[in-house]
């Protein structure tokens, strides 16, 4: 059984640059969850979606992050345009709900320069 | 927001050693969840203790849940190298899904 697919896994780019990250979540899960983790500030909340429909985007750190979900296999996380400060590991994470464990992808470690 | 934050910080520890870590929040909860990540790596459930239950058991691992003291501890047993990761726990305020996660607890077991 496929886990939660993020892509790329890695990316460098220079900042000001349009950065979209990828994610299909677990097929069933009806919620998925956009992180973001760095060493100063931990694991961070984004964004989460409810039967694609987002739930909470108060973590969305400014205008310049948007996260859609089309279809409830496929989510993108795009930052336009992006910063320095924008580096992190970038996690996607699907669960079925209902006190249900979250299932995380392997992350994409983004790099602005 | 409520946060769990977990406490020490870093454990380094002898294989075969028992290896705790503790985790307090601020508010109420539906339920605490606790998670390893491997370096490079997602994170991956371990064990989910409901605010009606005190003490759960998976394998080696042994999670209590105080919520007079909002506090849970996770006991790793008979530790072994591949045990080295770091630890997280995450609340569930309102049986939402919606997680907040501590800080981590960078565990190393020495073979």
């Known amino acids: 059984d496929a886990g939660v697919i993020q892509s790329p896994r890695h990316e460098v780019t220079e900042m000001g640059q349009e950065v979209t990250l990828r994610c299909k979540p677990i097929s069933g899960h009806d919620y998925l969850f956009w992180y973001r983790q760095t060493m100063m500030r931990g694991l961070e909340l984004l964004i989460y979606f409810n039967n694609n429909v987002p739930i909470d985007d108060s973590g969305m750190p400014e205008d310049r992050f948007s996260a859609k979900m089309p279809n409830a296999s496929f989510s993108t996380l795009k930052i336009q345009p992006s910063e320095p400060r924008d580096s992190a590991v970038y996690f996607c994470?699907?669960?079925?709900?209902?006190?249900?464990?979250?299932?995380f992808g392997d992350g994409t470690r983004l790099s602005i320069l | 927001s409520q946060q769990g934050e977990e406490d020490p910080q870093a454990l380094s520890i002898q294989e075969g050693e028992n290896a705790t870590m503790n985790c307090s929040y601020k508010?109420?909860?539906?339920?605490l969840q606790w998670y390893r990540q491997n370096s490079g790596r997602g994170l991956v459930h371990l064990i989910l203790i409901r605010s009606n239950e005190r003490e759960k058991h998976s394998g080696r691992l042994r999670v209590t849940l105080d919520t007079s003291k909002k506090s849970s501890s996770l006991l790793i047993t008979a530790s072994r190298a591949a045990d080295t990761a770091s630890y997280f726990c995450?609340?569930?305020?309102?049986?939402?899904?919606?997680?907040?996660f501590g800080k981590g607890n960078q565990v190393v077991v020495i073979p």
């Open positions: 994470a699907s669960t079925l709900g209902g006190n249900q464990p979250q299932h």
């Open positions: 508010t109420s909860i539906n339920n």
């Open positions: 995450a609340t569930d305020a309102n049986g939402n899904n919606r997680l907040a």
